[in-house]
């Protein structure tokens, strides 16, 4: 049986959700549900069901493309393998993305979420715990961590049987005496628009993020080194990686990184525009804390890094592999406004 979801370009994440569980279908997407489809899928697209079926990226069965000249082609593995394969995380450097054609997964309708919070001052323990455990954890499951104020929540979401769920609470139970425990079954479509935050978008916003191929006990350390009356800082949220994801052969794709074990996001939002440079700041200086320990980042999340978030999202060799499909479909770069991928004679240009 072919399970396949045809979603035009303009479509948001809730739209796609909504009409594939009607049939008790997914596909992976990102987790909020007022997301593009196109800028999350471009990048790469990480969701609750990555662990077990891939990335975004990883469940597309092709893309029709409107490229720079105006022609329309279709990518898939079969054609234009090397637009396909450049689509699949080097986001909108290529062409305009009309249409993306999704494999849809049986993942049922149902999910649990289940959270400890602790005190900042005593997570250590817990979070080295909630670490050791999202290193052997079943790929149903996705480990989450955040960091806001004076408070540690650290917990997973099951995407499946709640019940087959609720056998890992024990053991993140053992992690340490939590001061609060929040554990809960959730249709699939209440897991991926929960935090969903419209009134958000007036909100002043900045990030950074990295990509952690570990999560040591120096790490740790770096993570949890922030004062928690200082209303400045970001507030940090980790998210494991592994399963399906690693399992996809790093050459295959343009999106980069899959041994990472752990995402790194620090966000910041504020409303007062004379607080502009004093939030950037902090974010910056919560990130440059963990630049020891990381390695890349993921293209989605870069801000104002401009060449150099480029370079810290795809390694040397990827980028020039991707320069190679900027000047087969873009030469003039037309689609320039993104984190970009210059095609050879700008670039030789601006040396």
Request: glycine share 10%; proline share 4%; charged share 25%.
């Amino acid at each position: 049986m072919r399970l396949r979801a045809r979603v035009q370009g303009g479509a948001l994440l809730g739209a796609l959700d909504r009409a594939s569980q009607s049939f008790g279908l997914a596909t992976t997407a990102g987790n909020v549900s007022h997301t593009g489809v196109g800028g999350l899928t471009l990048g790469g697209g990480m969701g609750w069901l990555a662990r077990q079926h891939g990335l975004s990226c990883d469940n597309v069965e092709s893309y029709t493309v409107v490229t720079a000249d105006g022609e329309i082609v279709r990518a898939s593995a079969d054609e234009h393998p090397d637009l396909f394969w450049g689509l699949r995380g080097g986001g909108g450097n290529f062409g305009i993305v009309v249409e993306f054609e999704f494999r849809l997964h049986p993942v049922g309708t149902r999910a649990l979420a289940a959270a400890l919070t602790f005190p900042l001052g005593r997570a250590a323990d817990a979070l080295r715990g909630w670490r050791d455990l999202a290193e052997q954890a079943p790929r149903q499951s996705t480990f989450t961590a955040a960091i806001a104020g004076d408070t540690v929540t650290l917990g997973y979401v099951w995407v499946g049987d709640p019940e087959a769920g609720a056998a890992l609470l024990p053991g993140l139970r053992c992690i340490g005496a939590a001061e609060r425990e929040d554990v809960g079954e959730l249709s699939y479509l209440t897991l991926q628009s929960r935090e969903d935050s419209i009134e958000g978008h007036s909100y002043r916003r900045y990030w950074k993020g990295h990509y952690l191929p570990e999560l040591s006990d120096s790490a740790i350390v770096a993570l949890l080194d922030r004062d928690p009356a200082d209303a400045t800082l970001p507030a940090v949220s980790l998210q494991a990686y592994g399963g399906a994801i690693a399992e996809v052969d790093d050459d295959a794709s343009a999106f980069s990184h899959r041994r990472t074990r752990f995402e790194y996001v620090g966000a910041a939002k504020w409303s007062d525009p004379e607080e502009d440079s004093l939030r950037i700041w902090a974010a910056r200086d919560a990130a440059e804390k963990l630049a020891p320990f990381a390695e890349g980042a993921y293209v989605n999340v870069l801000s104002d890094e401009g060449a150099a978030g480029v370079r810290r999202a795809y390694p040397d060799a990827k980028r020039a592999r991707l320069t190679a499909v900027k000047d087969a479909y873009d030469p003039d770069n037309v689609f320039h406004l993104n984190h970009n991928i210059a095609p050879s004679r700008r670039a030789e240009a601006h040396q």
